[in-house]
């Protein structure tokens, strides 16, 4: 609707509303908000209408209103990503259990966050102030992994503490590959998972084996 295919925010202010806002008069006081104070505000969603959709977008274009809907796309693997999100970002969340309602909110109790940065794949946030929450929240993560013994669990749980690490790096792969991609996506998880392994056991020196040919 804004023909941009990317938004690079700084110091931008944030709301995690855990449900679908289906009228744009559940967030009118907002709009007006940030419209008169030219803020530019990252509303993240379970889903939103078309009308608050194109609204936000037509007051995009005009330049009279800065702000970006994201919506979450539901998954097993997302059950808490609305929270992790929240935490990362020190923002205003809001569900069936917090008392809170949009209608209720205030602008000026919004946090900012130093950087967020959005397109149709991803959404990457970098916010040192909030650096610490985030540590103990993959820590206690971590902690459930270790104690879990559901395979399936402990593997939603990795990627959740993925999703909250910043040390983290997105391969893609090329459609020039065409046949082979499938190939390569296994030779490169192999070597991932290899270099993982060494990390955090080290490496053995093959010499000390004896004979054993294990080429």
Do not use: M, W
Not at 21 to 40: A, D, P, R
Not at 144 to 162: A, F, P, T, Y
């Amino acid at each position: 609707a804004t023909r941009s295919e990317n938004f690079l925010f700084f110091d931008s202010k944030t709301l995690v509303y855990d449900g679908v806002i289906e009228t744009v008069g559940e967030i009118h006081h907002l709009l007006e908000s940030f419209s008169e104070n030219k803020l530019s505000l990252f509303l993240v969603a379970r889903g939103f209408s078309n009308d608050v959709i194109n609204t936000l977008a037509v007051n995009y274009n005009r330049g009279s209103l800065k702000i970006i809907p994201a919506k979450l796309l539901f998954s097993l693997e997302s059950i808490n990503s609305l929270k992790d999100f929240a935490i990362a970002c020190d923002s205003e969340y809001i569900d069936s259990n917090s008392g809170k309602s949009i209608s209720g909110l205030d602008f000026k109790d919004f946090k900012s966050v130093h950087h967020i940065e959005i397109d149709s794949k991803k959404c990457s946030v970098r916010n040192p102030r909030t650096s610490k929450n985030v540590l103990s929240l993959v820590f206690r993560i971590n902690n459930q992994i270790k104690l879990s013994e559901i395979e399936d669990k402990k593997e939603i749980l990795r990627k959740r503490v993925n999703c909250l690490s910043g040390r983290k790096t997105t391969v893609y792969l090329g459609e020039h590959l065409k046949n082979s991609k499938g190939i390569t996506k296994d030779r490169l998880l192999s070597t991932v998972g290899i270099l993982n392994t060494i990390s955090r056991h080290g490496i053995l020196n093959l010499k000390d084996i004896g004979e054993t040919n294990l080429k």
